[in-house]
C-alpha cells in the first residue's frame, strides 16, 4: 500500500511582507520545515511523496505528475473560499485528499455562518454580530465586555491583547481600526471570560478526541487571558500548555461533547481543532473550528498536543493520512491500482 502522494501547502517565504501591509498579512502560512516533516514521515512509511505547492501553478504540476492522494494543508489566497479552492480542484479532478472538503472549509473559515450553523443545533457559542461597517455598531444588541477579530481569517491575525472590548467608544475606535487596516468584515462577539481549551479531533464515522489542552497564558487571569497574535508569535515565553488539563472529569468531558457536535454538525473530515472557552455558568462555548489546523511539529497546537498525549508526530501525520485513505476506500489497495486510477482520472 504505497501510494504516489502530493503535498499542497503555501510557503510564508513566497509573499515577501510589503510595507503598507499588516504585520500579521502572511501568519497562516507554512514554513519549509513543516512541509518537509510531513514528507519525511509519509516517505518513512514507504510512499512516494512531491510537493506540488499551492499556487495556480498547480494545476499543471497536478496534470504532469499524477498523484494517488494529496495530502492538503493549503491555506489558499484571498476571499472566505480560499481554504477551499484546492480540494475543490481535487474534486474536479478526481483527486482524493485529505481533510475536509470545500462546503466544510469555507463554512468554517467564516465565522458568522460557522457560528449560525452550530447555533441552530443547540450548540452554546457567543452572541454574535457581523460587522461589514461602522453603521452596522448602531444599537449593537450584545452584553459587554466585547472581543472584535476578523471574521474570515485564522492564526489570531488580526487579534491583539486589546481586542477585548469593555465600553462603545473603545469598540468604535477597535472596529474603525480594523476595517481600514484588514478590511471588512469583522466579527463582534460576547466575550466568553472563563478558561480556554482547544480539541484535537480525528477520525469520520466514529470520529474520537485526540486531546483536550487548556491554554494559560502567563501572567494573565483567564478573564483577561487572549491567545493574540503578539502571544502566539512568543508562544515559548508566554503560554502555559496544559494536556491533559487539570480539570475535573465532568468539566473535561462537556468539553469535549461540545467539540464532537461541533465536528458533527459541520460535517468536518480527518482532522480538526476545536476552540472552546468556559463562560462564566460553566458552559464550554463553541468559538471556532479548524479544519486545517496548523501542522508546524515545533509549535502547531495539534502537534503539541500531540506530543503530550504520547503521539510521536509521525503517527499523528500517519492518522490523518490513513482517515483519508479509509474514507476513499484506499486503505487496502495495491499502488499499482490506484495507480491506474489516478491516471484515469487525469485524462
Ligand atoms: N468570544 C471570545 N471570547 C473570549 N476570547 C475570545 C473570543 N473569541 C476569540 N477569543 C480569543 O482570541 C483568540 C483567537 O480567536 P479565534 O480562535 O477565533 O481566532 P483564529 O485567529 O481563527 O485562531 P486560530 O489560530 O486557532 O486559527 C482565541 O484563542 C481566544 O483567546
Ligand atoms: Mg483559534
Not at 487539570?246 to 460535517?267: F, Q
Not at 458552559?283 to 473550528?289: K, R
Request: with cysteine; proline share 7%; charged share 30%.
Amino acid at each position: 500500500m504505497n501510494f504516489k502522494v502530493g503535498i499542497t501547502y503555501n510557503l510564508r517565504k513566497d509573499f515577501p511582507q510589503q510595507k503598507d501591509q499588516p504585520i500579521d498579512s502572511f501568519e497562516e502560512f507554512d514554513s519549509e520545515e513543516t512541509i518537509d516533516a510531513i514528507r519525511d514521515v509519509l516517505e518513512s512509511d514507504g510512499h512516494k511523496v512531491f510537493k506540488l505547492g499551492g499556487g495556480t501553478g498547480l494545476i499543471d504540476r497536478l496534470r504532469t505528475t499524477p498523484v494517488d492522494i494529496v495530502f492538503n494543508i493549503a491555506e489558499g489566497i484571498g476571499g472566505r473560499n480560499r481554504e477551499a479552492h484546492i480540494p475543490a480542484l481535487l474534486e474536479f479532478l478526481n483527486i482524493p485528499y485529505t481533510g475536509s472538503d470545500p462546503l466544510t472549509l469555507s463554512l468554517t473559515l467564516d465565522k458568522a455562518m460557522a457560528k449560525k450553523l452550530v447555533r441552530s443545533d443547540g450548540i452554546p457559542t457567543p452572541g454574535f454580530k457581523k460587522v461589514e461597517r461602522m453603521e452596522d455598531l448602531h444599537g449593537i444588541d450584545l452584553r459587554y465586555p466585547l472581543f472584535v477579530k476578523l471574521c474570515y481569517e485564522g492564526s489570531s491575525k488580526g487579534v491583539r491583547l486589546d481586542s477585548k472590548i469593555s465600553e462603545p467608544a473603545a469598540l468604535r475606535e477597535k472596529v474603525g481600526w480594523l476595517l481600514e487596516t484588514y478590511g471588512s468584515p469583522l466579527l463582534v462577539e460576547e466575550f466568553v471570560s472563563g478558561p480556554e481549551f482547544t480539541v484535537g479531533i480525528l477520525g469520520n464515522s466514529n470520529p474520537t478526541v485526540l486531546g483536550v489542552m487548556q491554554i494559560e497564558i502567563k501572567g494573565s487571569p483567564p478573564d483577561e487571558a487572549i491567545y493574540s497574535l503578539e502571544v502566539k508569535r512568543e508562544w515559548e515565553e508566554r503560554v502555559r500548555y496544559h494536556c491533559p488539563p487539570p480539570i475535573p472529569a465532568d468539566r473535561l468531558k462537556r468539553i469535549e461533547e461540545v467539540a464532537l457536535r461541533v465536528y458533527r454538525t459541520l460535517e468536518c473530515r480527518d482532522v480538526s481543532r476545536v476552540d472552546i472557552r468556559i463562560g462564566r455558568d460553566g458552559v464550554p462555548y463553541f468559538l471556532e473550528v479548524n479544519p486545517l489546523p496548523g501542522l508546524s511539529p515545533v509549535y502547531g497546537d495539534l502537534p503539541i498536543m500531540a506530543g503530550r498525549m504520547g503521539w510521536e508526530y509521525s503517527r499523528l501525520v500517519k492518522t490523518v493520512f490513513h482517515h483519508a485513505l479509509k474514507r476513499y476506500g484506499m486503505a487496502g489497495t495495491s499502488r499499482n491500482d490506484c495507480y491506474a486510477g489516478a491516471q484515469n482520472r487525469a485524462e
